[in-house]
């Protein structure tokens, strides 16, 4: 694995979010509408006196954010290199696919860290709400669960857009949202029916945002439902890479890959 490489596809993605106001719209702008819209939320619950149920709200649209963020980084990183034709350059050349999404994933990482900081500052200084009151600890392992969960969630999407077309190509923002529901972002999983109670828990993410929960409450690190998510993530990232390896091979073999840019 080569850091030139990486840093290649890294340059090439500075250029392309710095300069599409798509991107920014969607992991800037649109993240702090939803921030700015929950935490109205939050503040009204407040009133309510469900000060407890607001926090649940604020702190996993918080955490969302990290998901939704990382995830469209892979997954519409990717798409920008078919619509501007320029998938077959990239793999001609000695870079491998786990460069290629290496790259992804530290660029992921990088914009979903400063977009977790800033709405981490807008919910303290507008809404009075500190994330930092679950303990550094919680965060760091929060955020590092989420990003891997986000990472192997867009490599799934990322393989289904290489081997089905560019016809999919909205699977690259809207498939997740699919899945939200069933990951108890911002209520407990109890609330559920008993069958989606048990595919919500197939989920890694489902674990870190009822761990977040918890920790509002007792203040605690939830080591078991940390570390059930971790193991559940790097299950789902195996396959995620083998699915990915299948359905590349499975592009190029029927010529799907080289329609991406027809």
Known sequence: MSFKRIRAILLHESFVTRHSFEVVNDIILYPLLQIVIFGFLTVYLFGLKGRLIGEYVLIGTLLWQIVSITQYSVSVGCLWDVWSRNLT????????????FGAYMISGILKSAFMFCL?????YKVFHFDVLTLGIVNVVLFYFNLVIFAFGFGITVVALIFRFGSRISAFAWAMIGIFQPLMAVIYPVSVLPKPLQIMSYLFPA???FEAARKTINDHLV????IGTAFVINVVFV???LLFFDFMFKSSKKSGQFARLEG
Do not use: D, K, Q, R
Request: no cysteine; charged share 5%.
């Open 89 to 100: 350059n990239i793999f001609i050349t000695p870079i491998s696919v786990y460069e290629y």
């Open 119 to 123: 709405a981490g500052i807008l919910s």
């Open 206 to 208: 489902t674990y870190i």
């Open 222 to 225: 939830e080591w078991h439902l």
């Open 238 to 240: 195996g396959l995620a």
